[in-house]
């Protein structure tokens, strides 16, 4: 169960937080220009840092959906980025998806989430749904555990139920129209709204290690 005084502490965090902006920027131009590099670390190295891993992705997570103002770009670059997958035309893809399309419905701590499962534990081939009878790889599985860990780590699965409880108090769909998205800036949402992209990596960066073993 989600426990929300813990919550509403992270949140007064982010909010107050100083954010390095221009390493930030650096960083994503350089994976633009260059792409993402792989992971050549062994599963060994990997499970040995895993404290050291959950750690960044989570602060990564937060730093990218605060400069993409885009909860499931920075969740899915978060983890692109340890872990070595796939490219930015990903994150380009991902542009619509932070309450699928602004609507309040999936947060993008979710969709973002889900993409990496796919980058991850997904068959090279298409055609090839052997990957689907293994419970221990078989992506949906995956993400339907890790949408379970999700919602109880936060308390919601949907953007604007986790808006209204955990980031600012109330209701407010940001994507409705301009007047509420300049609220949702003035109340510092895209800062807040970290949590749940940070936590959900932590999650999701947890269920890749745990595969490792």
Request: negative net charge; aromatic residues 8%; hydrophobic residues 40%.
């Amino acid at each position: 169960m989600a426990d929300y005084a813990a919550l509403k502490k992270k949140v007064d965090e982010l909010a107050e937080r100083a954010w390095d902006f221009e390493g930030i920027r650096a960083r994503i131009n350089g994976y633009v220009a260059n792409g993402i590099p792989r992971d050549n670390r062994s599963p060994e190295e990997i499970i040995a840092s895993r404290e050291e891993i959950l750690d960044r992705v989570q602060y990564r997570a937060e730093e990218y959906n605060l400069i993409f103002k885009n909860c499931a770009q920075g969740t899915a670059l978060a983890l692109m980025e340890e872990f070595g997958l796939g490219n930015m035309e990903i994150i380009k893809a991902l542009s619509p998806f932070p309450g699928v399309g602004g609507t309040g419905d999936m947060c993008g701590g979710i969709t973002g989430a889900l993409m990496n499962f796919g980058l991850y534990f997904g068959s090279d081939d298409p055609l090839d749904l052997s990957i689907m009878e293994d419970p221990e790889r078989n992506p949906i599985l995956i993400s339907q555990r890790y949408m379970a860990l999700f919602e109880g780590e936060v308390g919601h699965m949907y953007c604007a139920d986790i808006i209204e409880t955990v980031i600012l108090g109330h209701r407010l769909n940001p994507g409705e129209s301009d007047t509420a998205m300049a609220l949702f800036t003035e109340e510092k949402g895209f800062e807040k709204c970290g949590l749940p992209p940070g936590l959900g990596c932590r999650i999701a960066a947890n269920i890749i290690i745990d595969s490792m073993q």
